[in-house]
């Protein structure tokens, strides 16, 4: 009995591509499983030939369990090299979207400087806009999307500005609102812009963070695969 089950159980293991321990603890179980269930069917009453066979045939086909450790093994040695793949292509991904938005944060940050000094040159040295001053400062904010909210105050030590002109950020683009401030010798400008940078910096973050969690899992699968064929 013990014979015939070895010669199944070495056929349906006969072209297993994976970790040799790990196919004999396989084959062991598997081994134990038909012997259990063989010893249960000859409690019933049945021959030690019927039992076996109908233990083989509960388990299935010689070929279609060939098949299916097969893909087994494959999914096995494959996962590791899919899982450091992904990690670095989030990686690329999101390491060129942050240089990308850098740069652009920075063509952005010498843009708005020439927006707050044209706007400190329009308000001048007075306390007061005038109406076509306001809205000469209207018009050149309109040309910016990321320009939150602008304050003009007579100098730095002033607590409350003269002038304020507010658009209302959208929720995620308040999250990453920033504070700029120019003097002039006629006045102080204050802008709270959407600072991109600090997305550009968080998606880094992001892909590092992401990296290094699935090299970590590769990194263990790889080392764990290591030690069971070093214990060989």
Same mark, same amino acid.
């Given at each position: &009995?013990?014979?015939?089950?070895?010669?199944?159980?070495?056929?349906?293991?006969?072209?297993?591509?994976?970790?040799?321990?790990?196919?004999? #603890?396989?084959?062991?179980?598997?081994?134990?499983?038909?012997? #259990?269930?063989?010893? !249960?069917?000859?409690?019933?009453?049945?021959?030690?030939?019927?039992?076996?066979?109908?233990?083989?045939?509960?388990?299935? !086909?010689?070929? #279609?369990?060939?098949?299916? /450790?097969?893909? &087994?093994?494959?999914?096995?040695?494959?996962?590791?090299?899919?899982?450091?793949?992904?990690?670095?292509?989030?990686?690329?991904?999101?390491?060129?979207?942050?240089?990308?938005?850098?740069?652009?944060?920075?063509?952005?940050?010498?843009?708005?400087?020439?927006?707050?000094?044209?706007?400190?040159?329009?308000?001048?040295?007075?306390?007061?806009?005038? !109406?076509?001053?306001?809205?000469?400062?209207?018009?050149?904010?309109?040309?910016?999307?990321?320009?939150?909210?602008?304050?003009?105050?007579?100098? $730095?030590?002033?607590?409350?500005?003269?002038?304020? $002109? $507010?658009?209302?950020?959208? *929720?995620?683009? $308040?999250?990453?609102?920033?504070?700029?401030?120019?003097?002039?010798? !006629?006045?102080?400008?204050?802008?709270?812009?959407?600072?991109?940078?600090?997305?550009?910096?968080?998606?880094?973050?992001?892909?590092?963070?992401? *990296?290094? /969690?699935? *090299?970590?899992?590769?990194?263990?699968?790889?080392?764990?695969?290591?030690?069971?064929?070093?214990?060989?």
């Amino acid at each position: &009995m013990t014979r015939k089950i070895d010669e199944y159980v070495d056929q349906v293991y006969r072209h297993a591509k994976g970790n040799t321990q790990e196919i004999q #603890e396989l084959k062991l179980e598997m081994k134990n499983h038909l012997l #259990e269930t063989v010893q !249960e069917l000859q409690a019933d009453g049945i021959t030690e030939d019927q039992a076996v066979q109908i233990a083989k045939e509960r388990f299935g !086909e010689v070929t #279609e369990l060939r098949n299916l /450790i097969n893909q &087994m093994f494959e999914r096995q040695k494959n996962f590791g090299k899919w899982i450091l793949s992904i990690g670095t292509v989030l990686l690329l991904v999101t390491v060129i979207a942050a240089v990308f938005i850098l740069i652009n944060g920075n063509n952005q940050t010498a843009e708005q400087a020439d927006i707050a000094y044209n706007i400190s040159g329009i308000a001048g040295d007075a306390a007061e806009l005038a !109406e076509a001053d306001e809205q000469k400062i209207e018009t050149l904010l309109d040309q910016t999307t990321y320009i939150q909210e602008s304050r003009i105050y007579t100098d $730095s030590s002033s607590a409350d500005s003269f002038y304020t $002109s $507010s658009n209302d950020a959208s *929720f995620p683009a $308040s999250l990453f609102s920033t504070e700029y401030s120019y003097g002039t010798d !006629e006045n102080f400008v204050v802008l709270e812009i959407t600072d991109t940078r600090i997305i550009g910096l968080l998606l880094l973050a992001i892909g590092f963070t992401g *990296f290094i /969690i699935l *090299f970590s899992i590769w990194f263990a699968i790889n080392r764990y695969h290591a030690k069971r064929n070093f214990k060989r």
